[in-house]
């Protein structure tokens, strides 16, 4: 793999921007094939998905959407914890 980047570094977790991010993955596959996911890091919660790329610029672009719609979950996840500690 060539080292494509998208010049993104990822999507945070809370809502204010300063804890934890989810991040785009891409796994080189034999033949050329790619595989798109995301990660919360090093001995967190990592997922791939199963949907096969030709290039690994398309898997990036994939890879950095499946981290933001995780990461926009969490988000969701922490709000609604928030509130129920409230009641």
């Known amino acids: 793999m060539d ?9 945070f ?3 204010y921007g300063d804890g934890d991010k989810i991040r785009g993955i891409v ?5 050329g094939r790619f595989l798109a996911g995301w990660s919360m890091g090093e001995g967190m919660a990592s997922t791939v998905d199963a949907d096969l ?9 994939a890879a950095d959407s499946l981290a933001e719609s995780a990461a ?15 009641v």
């Open 3 to 11: 080292g494509v980047r998208i010049d993104h570094t990822g999507w």
């Open 13 to 15: 977790c809370d809502e």
């Open 27 to 31: 796994v080189a596959l034999p033949h």
């Open 53 to 61: 790329y030709d290039t690994a610029e398309d898997a990036a672009h």
């Open 72 to 86: 926009e979950d969490e988000r969701e996840y922490q709000a609604q914890q928030t509130e129920e500690l409230k």
